[in-house]
């Protein structure tokens, strides 16, 4: 694995009503760490990390919260990845969807994309580390997920 330079320009919390949010630029990787932890769907459900991975543009989000699972998505080199369940575990329809919040807005979302909010926080760790998807977690591509829908 390539060492990665990562820089973080802008985090930030939104809020479930919306009213409540923040952005801030260039927190501590730390902070964006303990950040998800925040991510509940009572009062925060969404985490939005924008960075440089060796000065390309990539954008981390966790969505979500409720009942203690969160959607994880990243957008680098003009791919989406998202992680997803383990398959092994997954006892829903492929296709099966539920509606999610995101920034006090409604989005739908593939069952099989919700993991444990932990989940999620390792897969945003490794990210900040290595500019990359953490390989022990199972991720899908956009294209993908388009094509089961």
């Given at each position: 694995m390539k060492q990665q330079i990562i820089e973080i320009?802008?985090?930030?919390?939104?809020?479930?009503?919306?009213?409540e949010g923040f952005l801030e630029p260039s927190p501590s990787f730390s902070d964006v760490a303990t950040w998800v932890a925040h991510v509940d769907g009572r009062e925060y459900d969404q985490l939005y990390v924008l960075l440089l991975c060796d000065g390309e543009r990539a954008e981390l989000v966790v969505q979500g919260g409720l009942d203690g699972t969160a959607m994880f998505f990243?957008?680098?080199?003009?791919?989406t990845w998202y992680l997803r369940i383990d398959p092994e575990r997954l006892d829903v329809e492929e296709?099966?969807?539920t509606m999610?919040?995101?920034?006090?807005?409604?989005?739908?979302?593939?069952?099989?994309?919700?993991?444990?909010?932990?989940?999620?926080?390792?897969?945003?760790?490794?990210?900040l580390?290595?500019?990359?998807?953490?390989?022990?977690?199972?991720?899908?591509?956009?294209?993908e997920v388009e094509a089961d829908l």
């Open positions: 320009i802008e985090a930030g919390l939104s809020a479930v009503d919306d009213a990243a957008i680098h080199e003009s791919e296709d099966a969807q999610i919040t995101s920034g006090g807005t409604g989005i739908d979302a593939l069952v099989r994309s919700l993991v444990p909010i932990d989940t999620a926080a390792r897969a945003l760790w490794y990210w580390l290595t500019g990359e998807c953490d390989p022990g977690l199972t991720w899908e591509t956009l294209s």
